[in-house]
């Protein structure tokens, strides 16, 4: 074991590692990043071309956080001097007066973020492609958009290599020892030491961490792509963001044509629950089906789905984020189980890191996140 003591060492170069990578690298640390892969590889949770940054959420601690994390994503961008973002706007529908729009209204209301009600008139006007039931709230925010996934990841890594971080892919962690006097990284081949350990493991949180029980569960997610005839009407600049709470209960949303895969529409959750290792990678007819039925109705111009992408979420019981440090050791940092809506935090996830690496504290509000809040009781 070589005796260099690294000042942070990260494990996981997926969404929230590499952005905690960069954040901590940022401050001057001396920061190796492990990672089981190679960097920007599908078996994770952080690949593709797009994930949804919004603003819009049903507990209102989200919707506050937002507001430094797009500060966060918009530094990156001009520190990197690359296009990161694209702002497209949203709308929200649901029945009219369903809990959940409510609840996104009076959020963004308590963090004084603008928003619009529509009517069908609104909505036919400014979006022809959607085909919405005349009894249906429709909510426009236009600070929505999405996130350029995969290259996220690459320019934090990058960022964080040019501020001095080394990243070694390739290297999968076997074992944490905290027993010592500073914890010991076990991999196959070399064990490192770091005076903080940063465990952002996504799906493999629970296995490497496995003495703590953490509430995780791993689940398999799908995502269908569609290439309309009309692509046009269906380009970022003409088509927004949307999500829905359906009648049964189910969240749809979708992105615009952007990319070589075509527009994204999906449910959020009810995966079926796999170890991450074992999941079978291949998109399920019955889940294409389903989605290309809600379609049909919804949106027709985007016609048949051309195919379909897996993808894993990592879900505590309330869907809220673990942020917080080991209970048995100060010295390692835990983020994981963000649920399916974590990529649009991880600018400001890495950042919250970097302050505990760095300072031990942070001055953002992470009580909802802790390991040992009262909804994680069983
Ligand atoms: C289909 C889909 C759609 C989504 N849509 C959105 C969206 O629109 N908006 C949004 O905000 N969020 C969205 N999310 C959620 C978001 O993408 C995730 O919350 C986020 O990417 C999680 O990042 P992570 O770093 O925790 O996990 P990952 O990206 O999976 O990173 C974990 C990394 O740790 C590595 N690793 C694990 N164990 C070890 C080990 N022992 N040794 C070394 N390396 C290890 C893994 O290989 C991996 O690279 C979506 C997720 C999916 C799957």
């Known amino acids: 074991m070589s005796s260099h003591i690294y000042d942070a060492i990260v494990i996981g170069a997926g969404g929230m590692g590499s952005a905690s990578a960069y954040h901590i690298a940022k401050s001057g640390a001396d ?48 520190e990197s001097n690359k296009e990161l973002l694209f702002i497209s706007g949203s709308i929200s529908i649901g029945k009219k007066g369903n809990q959940y729009t409510k609840a996104v209204s009076e959020s963004l209301d308590e963090a004084r973020v603008n928003y619009e ?8 006007k400014r979006f ?15 600070d929505t958009g999405f996130l350029y996934a995969s290259e996220c990841v690459l320019t934090h890594l990058q960022l964080a290599e040019r501020n001095g971080a080394i990243v070694r892919e390739n290297t999968s962690v076997k074992r944490i020892d905290w027993q010592t ?10 064990n490192f030491l770091g005076r903080k350990v940063i465990v952002t493991a996504g799906a493999w949180t629970s296995s490497l961490l496995s003495t703590l029980n953490l509430p995780l569960t791993v689940t398999k997610q799908q995502v269908c792509y569609y290439k309309p005839t009309n692509t046009e009407m269906f380009l970022p600049n003409n088509y927004p963001v949307f999500t829905e709470i359906t009648d049964d209960g189910e969240f749809i949303y979708g992105i615009s044509y952007f990319g070589k895969n075509g527009a994204k529409v999906a449910r959020h959750g009810m995966g079926q629950a796999y170890p991450p290792d074992e999941c079978n990678r291949q998109p399920d007819a019955d889940y294409i089906e389903h989605i ?22 990592t879900e505590t019981p309330d869907e809220d984020f673990i942020i917080d440090t080991h209970p ?51």
């Not at 006097?181 to 070399?190: A, R, S």
């Open 328 to 378: 048995e050791c100060e010295d390692i940092l835990i983020a994981a189980g963000f649920s399916g809506h974590g990529f649009k935090f991880c600018s400001l996830v890495g950042r919250i890191m970097g302050d505990l690496a760095m300072r031990s504290k942070t001055d953002f509000d992470i009580s909802p996140f802790s390991i040992s809040r009262k909804t994680h009781e069983v």
């Open 181 to 190: 006097d500073v914890p010991t990284i076990h991999t196959e081949k070399d």
């Open 128 to 142: 022809p492609q959607f085909q919405v039931p005349h009894d249906y709230d429709i909510l426009w925010q236009k």
């Open 292 to 313: 290309d039925t809600y379609v049909k109705e919804r949106i027709p111009g985007l016609g048949k789905s051309t195919h379909a992408e897996v993808c894993l979420y």
């Open 117 to 124: 009600w529509w009517n069908l008139k609104d909505l036919s």
């Open 31 to 78: 920061v190796l990043v492990l990672e089981q892969f190679q960097r920007g590889h599908t078996f994770g949770s952080s690949h593709g071309e797009t994930r949804i940054i919004r603003f819009f959420y049903d507990k209102p601690f989200y919707t506050k956080l937002m507001k430094t994390a797009y500060e966060e994503w918009r530094n990156l961008e001009s």
